[in-house]
């Protein structure tokens, strides 16, 4: 299993960037798919971004692709959420998870079993 803490959320203008930070506990880090999630108000928890155990293969949501980029450092035992170009339709409070990766990708909330307990994201325009 794996604890998850996020951080790095704010307020930001749109147009503007942040840097998300989820970090893992344990020494099995590397074994995990890991994952961002965002839930606005009123809407259900949905996918922005995936990434494998290595690190070599990224996913992203078509809301956000070109605009977010996921990355992890195995050593430090964290992942990463860089956010650019930010717009009022990102706000929302992030969630880091991870899932198995011997489950295989899943875009699903419903499919990782572990979570952090999120962070707030919110962008002014």
């Known amino acids: 299993q794996v604890q998850l803490v996020e951080s790095g959320g704010g307020l930001v203008q749109a147009g503007g960037s942040l840097r998300l930070s989820c970090a893992a506990s344990g020494r099995t880090f590397s074994s995990y798919y890991m994952g961002w999630f965002r839930q606005a108000p009123g809407k259900e928890r949905e996918f922005v971004a995936l990434i494998n155990r290595s690190g070599g293969s990224t996913y992203y949501a078509d809301s956000v692709q070109g605009r977010f980029t996921i990355s992890r450092d195995n050593a430090k035992n964290t992942v990463y959420l860089q956010m650019n170009s930010l717009k009022t339709a990102d706000t929302a409070v992030y969630y880091c998870?991870?899932?198995?990766?011997?489950?295989?990708?899943?875009?699903?909330?419903?499919?990782?079993?572990?979570w952090g307990q999120g962070t707030q994201v919110t962008v002014s325009s």
């Open positions: 998870a991870a899932r198995a990766g011997y489950y295989g990708i899943s875009y699903s909330p419903k499919e990782y079993a572990y």
